[in-house]
């Protein structure tokens, strides 16, 4: 596996592959791997010959008073599980490197950003928006796969690349869950046992809500009513808990089109997100 530390080293690699001929995919991570990040990779396999993971916990993307300094980091076991999964090339740039001195550049995207997490993380998908963009512009990749498991960022970026004509081709992949429903997420880690044991009434109670939806009940009513009982699982603060269109993030209330409930709350310290489908 090869290791780029620049943005030059990263784009000599992809376009010696691009000139061989060969499709190049990039999956953008924060790193503290999982299997949910293992199985972007293995998306990409599918619909390229050469896999890029980039590893960068992006500072722009972290609000004054969230988790950048604690965010967990780990480098090496990162890099040995890269390693056996397949990966061609880890890209794992310093911030130097990413925002140079006098850095002055922010995309901020409107519509699919507002509301959601973008009302609870004021600045955060202008982060997240600036620094996809600096990816996919420095790799030129062919494709790169984000995961459901953050449905709003997969939609900021579908629109950024769509209206900055940035060529690379945008694939979403579905959530990968523990085995008693709770989605895959580098911040479990910070879970307590007690609090592991609460955090899968997420998915529960936006599983629930769904299938209210879907059986004709107002979206206001059934997610008012799962925040309740997340409050009642032990969850501390619910963020938002809300049905929206899949493809533009409108509120919806009886939805006619796909739909997905998308929902953020905190179990004592650590702010959990998750979403599901509605059919
Ligand atoms: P992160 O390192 O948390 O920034 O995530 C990097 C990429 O992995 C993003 O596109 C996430 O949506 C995706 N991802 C995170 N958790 C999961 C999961 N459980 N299943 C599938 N994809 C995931």
Redesign the pocket.
Known sequence: MLIAASPAELRASVSAWQKEGLKVGL???????????L??LAKVREQADRVVVSIFVNPTQFGPNEDFSRYPRQEEADISLLKQAGCDLAYLPTVAAMYPQGFSTTISVSGVSEGLCGNCRPGHFSGVATVVAKLLLQGLPDLA??????YQ??QVIKRLVLDLDIPVRILG?????EADGL?????NAYLTPEERKVAPSLYRLLFEAAKRVQAGEAASLACFEAAKALIEAGFAKIDYLEVRDADSLAPVEHPKAPARILGAAWLGRTRLIDNLPLT
Not at 27 to 37: N, R, S
Request: hydrophobic fraction near 35%; avoid cysteine.
């Open positions: 999956v953008p991570t924060m790193g503290a791997l999982h299997e949910g990040h199985s972007l796969v984000f995961g459901e498991k953050d960022q997969l992949a579905p959530t990968l869950r989605a895959k997420s580098s911040r």
